[in-house]
């Protein structure tokens, strides 16, 4: 909103300081501040309104220690990350640009599924919340509505080097100064992504079906979007996992954030994607106002959200944040590095679906259930052997710290 407001007058008055607007480094230094601004100061004020309407967590009896302090800490914070995200993207990002607004999308309709999910277990007192199944129908829908936009809209495309362009107007001409071939950059409909660990650094959707003789461009996009709702589905859960104690999936999230700013920052600029020899993604660049909004809105609901947390965000937080990070990944096609930059939350999801599957075979085979861990997820484990959460979300953070080190090391390790 602010960028167009201040291009115009620029444009038209000239204006001292309206052309700072046009650089991405300073609307994002603009967006973190106007973000922790609201998250902390105004997240006092939702915390009080939470409060005095009584929405408060029902902790169930797991038997952990400091467990029956937290009953009745203010829930449903996840609104304060909300506006801490959405009131800094509007008001300095580009609202024209086809990757701002599906980040916009995807932060509301996460977001409106996990408030709907607290709702029913504030409000209906049904402990069990959003039955699991329209949860998944909204994750899928989600996914889908991401595929289906990074495959047809055409604003979505790459920079690639062809030697017979399609358009008549190349993007660029390079000349081979050894052989004097010519090649042309174009800006393409793409189905590739970056792999990590991997000398070329591009994994092509459409060539893993060719072993099976499926080239058609519908099985091509089928197998896209399976693999986007897929991983849509599995980061929301991850992040609603994790959310377990508090301050983890905060500040976790926080280092994410971080990361996915650089790995767009690099990805939409031409001279860093060409240093790095990584994909250039046009316009993308713009999401990185997005993604210093989202890591000062979880730097500033940390403030209260840390140990001993005077309030919790919910599903409407958790899942408004995994659903952000998957669509962000898969927008600038770094989603095959989720695995290690998301590696707390793949641990996470891990241990509950061993712990689970375990049980139930070990059950079948002995009569009687038996456990890897002593409780899942994974922090609970943790908790369970004495540690004090405050030291386990200092070491899973730090950890979270590596595994995001790890994932901007691929960019040149391969």
Same mark, same amino acid.
């Given at each position: 909103?602010?960028?167009?407001?201040?291009?115009?007058?620029?444009?038209?008055?000239?204006?001292?300081?309206?052309?700072?607007?046009?650089?991405?480094?300073?609307?994002?230094?603009?967006?973190?501040?106007?973000?922790?601004?609201?998250?902390?100061?105004?997240?006092?004020?939702?915390?009080?309104?939470?409060?005095?309407?009584?929405?408060?967590?029902?902790?169930?009896?797991? $038997? %952990?220690? *400091?467990?029956? #302090?937290?009953? &009745?800490?203010?829930?449903? +914070?996840? /609104? @304060?990350?909300?506006?801490?995200?959405?009131?800094?993207?509007?008001?300095?990002?580009?609202?024209?640009?086809?990757?701002?607004?599906?980040?916009?999308?995807?932060?509301?309709?996460?977001?409106?599924?996990?408030?709907?999910?607290?709702?029913?277990?504030?409000?209906?007192?049904?402990?069990? $919340? %959003?039955? *699991?199944?329209? #949860?998944?129908? &909204?994750?899928?829908?989600? +996914?889908? /509505? @991401?595929?289906?936009?990074?495959?047809?809209?055409?604003?979505?495309?790459?920079?690639?080097?062809?030697?017979?362009?399609?358009?008549?107007?190349?993007?660029?001409?390079?000349?081979?100064?050894?052989?004097?071939?010519?090649?042309?950059?174009?800006?393409?409909?793409?189905?590739?992504?970056?792999?990590?660990?991997?000398?070329?650094?591009?994994?092509?959707?459409?060539?893993?079906?060719?072993?099976?003789?499926?080239?058609?461009?519908?099985?091509?996009?089928?197998?896209?979007?399976?693999?986007?709702?897929?991983?849509?589905?599995?980061?929301?859960?991850?992040?609603?996992?994790?959310?377990?104690?508090?301050?983890?999936?905060?500040?976790?999230?926080?280092?994410?954030?971080?990361?996915?700013?650089?790995?767009?920052?690099?990805?939409?600029?031409?001279?860093?994607?060409?240093?790095?020899?990584?994909?250039?993604?046009?316009?993308?660049?713009?999401?990185?106002?997005?993604?210093?909004?989202?890591?000062?809105?979880?730097?500033?609901?940390?403030?209260?959200?840390?140990?001993?947390?005077?309030?919790?965000?919910?599903?409407?937080?958790?899942?408004?944040?995994?659903?952000?990070?998957?669509?962000?990944?898969?927008?600038?096609?770094?989603?095959?590095?989720?695995?290690?930059?998301?590696?707390?939350?793949?641990?996470?999801?891990?241990?509950?679906?061993?712990?689970?599957?375990?049980?139930?075979?070990?059950?079948?085979?002995?009569?009687?259930?038996?456990?890897?861990?002593?409780?899942?997820?994974?922090?609970?484990?943790?908790?369970?052997?004495?540690?004090?959460?405050?030291?386990?979300?200092?070491?899973?953070?730090?950890?979270?710290?590596?595994?995001?080190?790890?994932?901007?090391?691929?960019?040149?390790?391969?």
């Amino acid at each position: 909103m602010l960028y167009h407001l201040f291009t115009w007058l620029q444009e038209h008055f000239h204006i001292p300081g309206a052309g700072l607007f046009q650089y991405i480094s300073f609307r994002t230094a603009m967006a973190v501040i106007v973000s922790l601004i609201i998250t902390t100061v105004y997240g006092r004020q939702l915390i009080n309104l939470l409060q005095r309407k009584q929405v408060g967590e029902t902790v169930r009896d797991l $038997g %952990l220690e *400091g467990e029956k #302090k937290k009953q &009745g800490t203010p829930t449903m +914070g996840g /609104l @304060i990350i909300i506006a801490g995200i959405l009131i800094p993207t509007l008001l300095f990002a580009k609202l024209d640009n086809i990757y701002v607004l599906v980040m916009i999308v995807t932060t509301v309709w996460m977001g409106a599924i996990g408030f709907l999910d607290d709702y029913i277990k504030v409000f209906r007192k049904n402990k069990e $919340g %959003l039955a *699991g199944r329209f #949860k998944v129908i &909204g994750q899928v829908g989600l +996914g889908t /509505l @991401i595929a289906f936009t990074m495959y047809f809209h055409p604003d979505i495309v790459v920079r690639e080097q062809v030697t017979n362009p399609t358009s008549s107007k190349p993007v660029e001409i390079v000349i081979n100064p050894q052989t004097g071939e010519r090649t042309y950059a174009e800006n393409l409909k793409s189905t590739k992504t970056n792999i990590p660990f991997y000398k070329n650094n591009e994994f092509d959707y459409a060539k893993v079906l060719d072993v099976f003789g499926l080239t058609s461009s519908t099985a091509t996009f089928i197998l896209f979007l399976v693999v986007v709702v897929f991983i849509v589905t599995a980061v929301s859960n991850g992040a609603n996992i994790t959310d377990g104690i508090d301050g983890l999936a905060t500040g976790t999230s926080a280092i994410i954030g971080i990361t996915l700013a650089i790995l767009a920052y690099v990805s939409g600029n031409i001279i860093f994607s060409d240093y790095l020899n990584i994909m250039y993604i046009p316009n993308s660049g713009e999401l990185v106002i997005f993604a210093g909004a989202f890591v000062g809105a979880c730097t500033g609901f940390l403030w209260y959200n840390a140990y001993p947390a005077q309030v919790f965000m919910g599903d409407t937080g958790s899942l408004a944040i995994g659903g952000i990070i998957a669509a962000f990944a898969i927008l600038i096609r770094k989603e095959l590095l989720i695995p290690v930059l998301c590696g707390i939350f793949l641990i996470e999801n891990l241990s509950v679906v061993m712990q689970v599957s375990y049980f139930k075979y070990t059950k079948r085979k002995y009569g009687e259930g038996r456990r890897i861990f002593l409780m899942s997820p994974l922090h609970h484990h943790y908790q369970k052997k004495g540690y004090h959460e405050a030291k386990i979300v200092t070491r899973f953070v730090i950890v979270g710290v590596i595994l995001a080190i790890l994932t901007i090391v691929t960019l040149k390790v391969r």
